[in-house]
C-alpha cells in the first residue's frame, strides 16, 4: 500500500541575487513575514519542503477534495474506480463488515506518498479524504523510526502500551493481503501540522509487521478514520 523506503526532499527558497526592484524586495518581505508567522507558531523546527511549496500544496489538495466530493459522496464504489482507476488496497471493518476503507493511488505524486482514501458504508461512499504518508516530514520519520523499533514484533495489547497508542479506531482486514490493520489516533504527541494516525500492520501471528504515520491533506469529514 506505501512505500517501504523512508524517503523525504528539501526544497530550498533562492532569489537570484542582485535583482533590486521593489516588487522583488516586496516579495521577499512577504515570505519573510510567512516564515516568521510559521516560525512562532509552530517553533524552530524546520519542515522538509518550503512554506510556499506547502501552502500552494494545501489549496491545490483543498479544491480537488471539493472538486470531487460531489461526485463521490453518496454514489457506489464503481464512482471510485471509474475515476481513479485500479485499487491500491481495501480494507474491511472487522467489527463491521459492511464499512471499508479503499485507497487509490494519486497520479503525479512524485513520491508515490499520497492517496485517494475512500471509505463505504453498504456499498455507498461516506467519506473522501486525501492522505499522505510522513505528512510532517523529518519529524514523523523520527516519530516512525523510534516506533519500528519499539513495536516490530510484538502484539497488539504490547503495541498500544509500548508506543502509546491507545486502543485502536479501527481494526480492518486486507482483502488482497489478508493481513490484520490497526490505526491508531496519535494526535496527542503529534503536533498540528502533523500525522494524525499510526497504522500498524500484523502478521499471521498476530505480531507487528510495519508501522507507517498517516497525515490528512484535506477531507469531506473533520476525522476521515474515527467512526
Not at 513575514?33 to 522538509?48: D, E, K, N, Q
Not at 464499512?99 to 499520497?114: A, E, H, Q, T
Not at 492517496?115 to 499522505?132: H, M, P, Q, S
Request: aromatic share 8%.
Amino acid at each position: 500500500m506505501w512505500p517501504t523506503s523512508k524517503q523525504w526532499f528539501h526544497n530550498v527558497i533562492s532569489p537570484s541575487a542582485g535583482l533590486r526592484s521593489r516588487r522583488t524586495l516586496a516579495g521577499k518581505l512577504i515570505l519573510f513575514g510567512v516564515a516568521f508567522l510559521a516560525f512562532i507558531t509552530g517553533g524552530c523546527r524546520a519542515h522538509p519542503v518550503s512554506l510556499a511549496s506547502l501552502i500552494a500544496g494545501d489549496a491545490i489538495n483543498d479544491a480537488d477534495v471539493k472538486d470531487r466530493r460531489s461526485k463521490l459522496v453518496g454514489q457506489d464504489e464503481t464512482a471510485a474506480d471509474r475515476m481513479f482507476g485500479q485499487r491500491l488496497e481495501t480494507l474491511v471493518d472487522v467489527e463491521r463488515p459492511g464499512v471499508s476503507i479503499i485507497f487509490y493511488p494519486v497520479k503525479n505524486d512524485l513520491f508515490k506518498k499520497s492517496r485517494y482514501t475512500v471509505e463505504l458504508e453498504d456499498g455507498v461512499i461516506v467519506v473522501f479524504a486525501k492522505t499522505k504518508l510522513n505528512i510532517d516530514g523529518v519529524e514523523d520519520l523520527i516519530h516512525d523510526a523510534n516506533l519500528e523499533r519499539k513495536l516490530i514484533g510484538k502484539t497488539p495489547g504490547q503495541c498500544s502500551q509500548d508506543g502509546d497508542l491507545g486502543e485502536p479506531l479501527r481494526t480492518l482486514r486486507s482483502s488482497e493481503k489478508g493481513q490484520l490493520l490497526r490505526i491508531y489516533d496519535i494526535r496527542h504527541w503529534t503536533d498540528f501540522m502533523g500525522a494524525r494516525y499510526c497504522l500498524l500492520r500484523f502478521d499471521r501471528s498476530d505480531r507487528c509487521r510495519d508501522v507507517t504515520l498517516l497525515g490528512v491533506s484535506a477531507s469531506t469529514k473533520k476525522d476521515p478514520i474515527r467512526r
